[in-house]
């Protein structure tokens, strides 16, 4: 079981409301990730179901059961920091057996759990060195190995991977994602990194301000988001904005076109422009246009793209594909082209 | 020109230094050979660096006429009990100022700092007078709790810069991991910050071994630590000057030698945290 239920949990420091009124299910066996930009509250609330940092209102329910007051032994959860936060003077042996020691755990059963929990994370070797003499990938490996060996009901990742380069990177999140798979136990993510988020996430709910913008599937926060902040923040590169005049109060102020749904066309469209930076990734090539009226808009095109710096291009996007957000930046569904707006420079 | 010039001024370095050691090193190699000498080459006019006769007689005075070791004895139970005893309050208090902060623990800290910025003399008739209500002049037990009052704010100061230096997150890996506040503290925090500790520890030895004005004051016989023996050889029938060097020499060579095999420890010690 690690099912977490979060009701009208708030945290504030002194005046300042870091946490506003929030609601949210956790459901048993999800990879629910949290991300949001830095000082949004994401890692503050992490801490909370922690117990490492204290709720000022609302409660926490690990499963069903009231956890709010409970201090961080007793919620049966296990968390991997960003700084892997091993024992310097213990080595990796100790480091993965110090949880089952404190729970004063049978010796033999310790050794067998770190056995297994090292020959799951391809540790087995080095578990007699200290956390100073390995890579920061195996570092992070043994944070993993003594978070698996408690079996808590809900893993909590803050940031884990941020410490590490980016091909490490990229290793560590499938060797989770796969971890998340054979163990099937609650796991809640924390990262600034919207890559991460998609990738890895069941569920994912967008943080800004305290706040959490919208909860979904990866796929609904690309294709549904009910923002233009959501918008902004899932898909890389990011939405295109452009500003246009509302024709009334509640009417379209922006639309939101992602750089992989426009077309690009020689003789007319939509959008005309002047090729800026190119930047060729191989399999693909992000285009920065200087559009007329509309700024830098990024641009996805095909790895073989042949433009060159300064030349002039249309751009076209399917009307199903361009978002509307109205002043106030709330999602506007099912409009067609032109419906509640005028674009001066279209 | 520019190794010329590096070597030179590396040259005028090396110069400056060993003058400055020197000046620094010179009245204690002066007290170490004036403990050699006869009373009246202690006290001639044109004193001799090294052609005199050497003699160890001051030294087998000093040891027939007063009871060296027993002064020594009260010397380290003095340092190392109330370095140990100031261990034992100042870990928490600098536990609880570097992991739970409030919005008034600098003012704290620096409160408990500027307390040795007062001078001794100040309290010195409250604390004599205390001493004497509590039975606890010229006792062992006396200057401990005495000592450990002086420099408990040093010892506070000294690990909490310690203690910063460990990063809170491996704390609260502990608390997560099941450690409750004994744990945290015995299992994770000290064997941490062990070095640290260690260099707190020597420091208030040394500081504790010695300091001279308290222990002249509060002890008479059955107490006195090495610096109330060396005080004893400056009488009001004169100073005798080779036999107060000798036992200069005795009281401080102990505390030398534990200085000299731990200088690596309190240089590091003393540096800690001034440089990330």
């Known amino acids: 079981m690690g099912s977490i239920t979060l009701k009208q949990v708030t945290k504030s420091f002194g005046d300042v409301n870091v946490i506003k009124p929030l609601d949210l299910e956790i459901r048993d066996g999800e990879f629910i990730v949290f991300v949001g930009p830095s000082g949004c509250g994401k890692s503050t609330l992490l801490r909370m179901i922690a117990g490492l940092e204290d709720t000022t209102s609302g409660t926490i329910e690990i499963d069903n059961q009231d956890a709010t007051d409970m201090p961080p032994a007793q919620r049966g959860l296990a968390m991997v920091f960003q700084s892997y936060a091993l024992y310097p003077h213990m080595s990796v042996r100790n480091n993965i057996a110090f949880p089952l020691k404190q729970a004063k755990v049978d010796p033999a059963i310790i050794e067998q759990k770190i056995e297994k929990a090292a020959k799951m994370l391809n540790l087995t070797a080095y578990l007699d060195r200290k956390p100073g003499q390995l890579s920061g990938g195996q570092r992070q490996r043994v944070a993993i190995g003594r978070a698996i060996v408690r079996q808590p009901s809900a893993f909590l990742f803050d940031e884990p991977l941020s410490n590490l380069d980016a091909s490490l990177r990229v290793n560590m999140r499938l060797e989770i994602s796969e971890l998340h798979k054979s163990l099937d136990t609650t796991m809640i993510y924390v990262t600034h990194d919207q890559v991460e988020a998609m990738t890895m996430a069941d569920r994912i709910a967008v943080f800004n301000g305290g706040i959490i913008e919208q909860v979904g599937t990866p796929l609904e926060l690309y294709q549904k988001p009910v923002n233009q902040f959501v918008a902004g923040f899932i898909g890389s590169p990011k939405m295109n904005f452009i500003a246009v005049e509302p024709t009334s109060d509640d009417a379209t102020c922006t639309l939101g076109i992602r750089p992989e749904h426009f077309k690009i066309t020689e003789e007319s469209g939509r959008w005309s422009g002047q090729v800026g930076v190119i930047e060729h990734l191989g399999s693909e090539t992000f285009l920065h246009v200087n559009v007329d009226g509309a700024g830098t808009i990024t641009v996805k095109a095909d790895g073989d793209c042949k433009l060159a710096y300064g030349d002039k291009i249309h751009l076209t996007a399917p009307d199903e594909k361009i978002m509307h957000f109205d002043k106030d930046g709330v999602t506007i569904p099912s409009l067609s082209w032109g419906e509640g707006c005028t674009y001066s420079a279209a | ?276």
Not at chain 2, 16 to 36: D, E, K, N
Not at chain 2, 203 to 221: C, R
């Open chain 2, 1 to 276: 020109m520019a190794i010329k010039d590096t070597k030179k001024s590396k040259l005028i370095y090396t110069l400056a230094a060993w003058s400055v050691s020197g000046m620094i090193f010179f009245p204690i190699l002066w007290t170490i050979i004036t403990s050699f000498k006869t009373e009246s080459e202690a006290i001639s006019a044109s004193p001799s660096l090294f052609m005199f006769d050497w003699t160890l007689e001051n030294y087998a005075e000093v040891l027939s006429r007063s009871p060296y070791f027993d002064h020594f004895m009260n010397s380290v139970v003095i340092s190392l009990g109330a370095s140990l005893l100031g261990l034992l309050i100042a870990i928490p208090a600098a536990w609880s100022m570097a992991f739970v902060q409030t919005k008034r623990t600098k003012n704290l800290l620096m409160w408990m700092l500027s307390t040795k910025m007062l001078p001794p003399v100040g309290v010195l008739i409250p604390i004599y007078l205390l001493f004497r209500d509590f039975g606890l002049l010229d006792t062992r037990i006396g200057l401990v709790i005495v000592m450990t009052l002086i420099n408990l704010p040093i010892m506070v100061w000294m690990l909490y810069t310690y203690f910063r230096e460990i990063p809170n997150e491996i704390l609260e890996a502990a608390r997560m991991d099941g450690a409750g506040i004994k744990q945290e503290i015995f299992q994770v925090l000290l064997p941490i910050a062990l070095p640290g500790i260690a260099s707190t520890l020597l420091l208030n030895v040394i500081l504790a071994w010695n300091e001279a004005f308290w222990t002249l004051i509060l002890t008479a016989a059955n107490a006195a630590p090495l610096t109330a023996f060396i005080a004893s050889y400056s009488s009001p029938e004169g100073l005798f000057y080779a036999k107060l060097s000798a036992a200069s020499v005795m009281a401080v060579v102990p505390i030398l030698i534990l200085g000299w095999f731990s200088q690596k420890q309190l240089v590091r010690g003393l540096s800690f945290g001034a440089v990330k």
